[in-house]
């Protein structure tokens, strides 16, 4: 599983000029997810993002997770996370999971945001995004599932 974090003021996914989704301050989460992706995957991307600490505390510090500043999260599945570009110009998107499957590890992902009482919302699985943002800092952090170890 692969995510694209980025710290944001405000954040919000619009499909077909019609707004899905938007969030205050919080974090923007791209996910990414491959064929090779379990639960344990899930678990470990939505806890390391969760108590990452990039938001900055009392002394303007990065010391702060999601949970302690109260912010939201806007997560927007992005198979794309999975093009390899190695070969050719066009890439190859053989490793991202099947939409079947990628829409129900998504939707357990954003579950498990929820139960760590991160307020989420999302954007629409399979469709063409219009995703806005104003950048934090800018913060952003890229996290693999499979470079845990």
Known sequence: MRAVIQRVKSA?????????SEI??????????????????LEYTANKIANLRIFEDADSKMNCSIIDSGGEALVVSQFTLYGDC???RRPSFID????DVANELYQQFMTTLEQLNIPTKGGTFQA???VQ??????VTILLDSNKQF
């Open 12 to 20: 919000s996914v619009t499909v077909d000029n019609q707004l899905v």
């Open 24 to 41: 205050g301050p919080g974090l923007l989460i791209f996910l990414g997810i491959s064929h090779n992706d379990t639960k344990t995957d």
């Open 86 to 88: 190695r070969k050719g």
């Open 96 to 99: 991202a999971a099947r939409p």
């Open 128 to 130: 063409m995004m219009d």
């Open 133 to 138: 943002l104003i950048n934090d800092g800018p």
